[in-house]
Structure formats: C-alpha cells, structure tokens
C-alpha cells in the first residue's frame, strides 16, 4: 500500500520499509508539521493526523488505506528545544562565575567561632553528669 516515504524536514530513524509500521524521527525546534513525501500504491489513499508538532515527545498517525484495509504507521517525533540548551550552557556559567568568588575575612571567622560553639554546646550536653539526690 505505502510504497515509499521520506521526512523533508527531520531525521528518519530507520530505512523506510512498507511492513515496519513505527518509525522515530527528530527534527529541529523551528519545524511545526512534518513535511512528508510518500508514494502509494495506484487504488490507496492517505491521511496524516496529529500533525502539529511541540517540543519534545509527539506522534503523528499516517493512515493508507484502500477500499479493503487500512493500515496506520505511527511516527514518534521528538522536537528539539534550542532555548532549553541554551537555558542549560547560561546557568552552568552563572555556577562557574559564583564558584570562584571569595568569601570576605570577617565571614569566615564569624563561621568558624560559630561552628566552635555550636561543637562546645552539644558536647556539654552529651557529656555533663546527672545529679544523684
């Protein structure tokens, strides 16, 4: 029935084959449909549903179908997002830039005396003797 198909506009995961009825494909965030070239057998008809494409996981249905039967190929369409990258690469240097900043003198005594007292206190708990009356 379907004799031939391509992906214009994206990345077909496998070579086409008419008794293989997924397929996965990838395509880039500017495309919105997939652009499909087919070739049918001369009595059959075909119908793309599902066709609008967001980012990331979607499926399209590809019906062919005759006066006898119909068969549905089913393409998996990841749309990738360029600004989720970029999102990425722009914090990772936000971290890199904080990451190398220095704490202030002052800081890191006021942490230090803290951490000591905060270590005398739960010893003085852990270790003072109970009265026997």
Same mark, same amino acid.
Request: proline share 0%.
């Given at each position: 029935? !379907?004799?031939? *198909?391509?992906? =214009?506009?994206?990345?077909? &995961? !496998?070579?086409?084959? /008419? ?12 495309v919105n @449909? =997939? /652009?499909? @070239?087919?070739? *049918? +057998?001369? &009595?059959? %008809? @075909? &119908?793309?549903?599902?066709?609008? =494409?967001? %980012? #990331?996981?979607?499926?399209?249905? =590809?019906?062919?179908? +005759?006066? &006898? ?5 089913? *393409? ?5 997002? $360029? +600004?989720?990258?970029? #999102?990425? /690469?722009?914090?990772? /240097?936000?971290?890199?830039? $904080? ?7 002052y800081k890191?005594?006021? *942490?230090?005396? #803290? ?9 003085t708990l ?8």
């Amino acid at each position: 029935m !379907l004799k031939d *198909l391509q992906v =214009l506009n994206g990345t077909l &995961d !496998l070579k086409f084959n /008419e008794y293989t009825y997924e397929y996965t494909i990838t395509v880039d965030d500017t495309v919105n @449909a =997939l /652009e499909l @070239a087919y070739t *049918l +057998n001369n &009595d059959c %008809y @075909a &119908d793309i549903k599902n066709n609008v =494409l967001n %980012y #990331g996981n979607n499926i399209v249905y =590809l019906d062919v179908y +005759n006066v &006898d039967k119909t068969i549905t190929y089913t *393409l998996y369409v990841y749309k990738e997002n $360029s +600004n989720l990258v970029n #999102g990425i /690469e722009n914090y990772r /240097e936000k971290i890199e830039l $904080s990451h190398n900043k220095e704490f202030e003198l002052y800081k890191v005594q006021f *942490l230090a005396i #803290g951490i000591f007292l905060l270590i005398v206190f739960i010893f003085t708990l852990m270790f003072r003797k109970k009265k026997i009356k």
